[in-house]
């Protein structure tokens, strides 16, 4: 069963959406915005007012374990997420995601209210987190190509970037302030409260309708058919496949010098956490900038090679980071790294976008998400205890490389350094 397919009381908000409102002006598209954002500040607050309990019920180790549980079942049940998210359509999952996150965050904040359960409550709650965030993450980049048209994608690749940032800057701060004025429980219970924002949002964004032979494909065929039919769509796509290895590799080479990579970098050279801060807002607001640019041009001419390309000079900004005479240098060189893997990035999803049929947009999604939080969280760990043996230099350094082949494989790709964003 798929969306379009949908019973009658869906149908008054199933109109086509025009191609010609600029996204930034459609109100359709800014109410999608709206409800992601909120989702998003909350999701911060959740993760923060999570990170506090752990540590105030357990010893630093139980406090990580609770923390990062909730990736396995992301990482495990994220394909058929995508599965999900294709047959029932994006907006009917992410409403149903959103609406069982906040009832379960509000209902945690409540126990905590009345007693101190302990680190197993927390546990559990960040399985469940984990596991609805597996449907919830293919449904949301679904949406954007179901409620906007195909020119508008990379503008709204740029606005969802913004929200990000957004949800940054202002989600800490608001769960400090809840764990101050009432610990964890009022932490989470602000938590829920953003999240429940965002399904009265989502129930008046008008979707467009798939086409007939991909409502009735969608009805025909088993959820391991569309599994296996999504991944093999991936796979043989002359866009897709090259793609998601060039996703796989520049995430594999990001993620763990802008992570653990940058903490044990700060501590070397003497930063302290406040240096540690400055350089990640560097990345932050390069990163946010890219962001505005593609959310005022709308669209970038050459989108698959610009995408290819940014990431080559932006892996060459990560390996000279380490090498950044002092602490401005390195936020600047920071600002570089941002601007150009968020440019590379926005145009990657936008390019996942365009490319995919919208049937197969849920799975596109999931394969995409395993990449980023399944295979590219692994080089954290690797990248601290290799920089225990030879240091942040040379660490950063073939981190760079492999950001950098990332790119060399997605230009040495026809179909994706030919790629263009329909215009």
Known sequence: MSEATASASDAHISATVP???????????????????????????FYLA???????????????????????????????G???ADRFGPRRVVIGSDAVRCVTVLAVA?????????????????VVFG???????????????????????????????????FAAVVGAPLGGLGVAVGGAAAAFAGAGLLIAVSVPLLLFVRMRELPADDTTAARDTTAWRDLVGGLRYV?????????????????????????VGLTLLADERGWGASGM???????????????????VRGRVPRAG???AGALVPGAAAIGALPHAPGLPAAVGIAVAVGLLTGLSGAMCGALLQTQSEPVYLGRVTAVGGIVSLGVAPLSMPLSAAAVGVWGTGPVFAVSAAVCALGGVVALAAPGVRRAELPG
Do not use: C
């Open 19 to 45: 191609l010609s409102v600029p996204a930034h002006r459609d109100p359709n598209v800014l109410r999608w915005v709206a409800a992601y954002t909120a989702s998003m500040v909350g999701d911060t607050v």
């Open 50 to 80: 999570l990170s506090w309990a752990a540590v105030q019920n357990g010893s630093p180790a139980e406090a990580g374990i609770v923390t990062a549980v909730s990736a396995v079942p992301r990482a495990l049940l994220m394909l058929g």
């Open 82 to 84: 995508g599965v999900v």
């Open 110 to 126: 409540a126990v905590l209210f009345a007693t101190d359960p302990g680190l197993w409550l927390l546990a559990l709650l960040a």
């Open 131 to 165: 596991a609805v965030d597996a449907v919830f993450m293919p449904a949301v980049g679904a949406l954007p190509a179901r409620i906007t048209g195909k020119d508008q994608l990379a503008r709204v690749q740029g606005m969802r970037g913004l929200a990000i940032r």
């Open 235 to 259: 796979r043989r796509h002359r866009v897709l496949g090259p793609l998601m290895v060039a996703i796989a590799l520049g995430d594999l080479g990001f993620v763990g010098p802008l992570n």
């Open 277 to 295: 801060g400055w350089v990640l807002a560097g990345f932050g607001t390069g990163a946010g900038v890219a962001a505005l640019l593609l959310t």
């Open 305 to 307: 090679s610009v995408a």
